[in-house]
Nanobody, 121 residues
């Protein structure tokens, strides 16, 4: 499976970004998708997930500000991030799995490169 996250960047607090995740090497529609982030010195955390039926699950830390979506025709997933805060600064990663438990536990064999999101004051 190849994962390409892109669309991060530098934004001021209160701004928006919409990273995307392009997936190849697997039947995209049969996979659940997770977005994760890792800040320096902190463990990786799951911020959002979306299952094969399109049902989202958003972490409390970003609920009301982040929206996850998927486009099976494009083999892509997106993370709309609004009202960004300085504490959202991290490298954002996506990953896929046919098991929802793997998404919940971030139990993957490999990770893609990720995309850097930096929120300034």
């Amino acid at each position: 499976v190849q994962l390409q996250a892109s669309g991060g960047g530098l934004v001021q607090a209160g701004g928006s970004l919409r990273p995307s995740c392009e997936v190849s090497g697997t039947t995209f529609s049969m996979n659940h998708i997770g977005w994760y982030r890792q800040a320096p010195g902190k463990p990786r955390e799951r911020v959002a997930a979306i299952n094969t039926a399109g049902t989202p699950n958003i972490a409390n830390s970003v609920k009301g500000r982040f929206i996850i979506s998927r486009d099976n025709a494009k083999n892509a997933a997106y993370l709309q991030m609004d009202s960004l805060k300085i504490e959202d600064t991290a490298t954002y990663y996506c990953n896929v799995a046919t098991s929802p438990f793997a998404i919940l536990k971030a139990d993957f064999g490999s990770w893609g490169r990720g995309t850097q999101v930096t929120v300034s004051s």
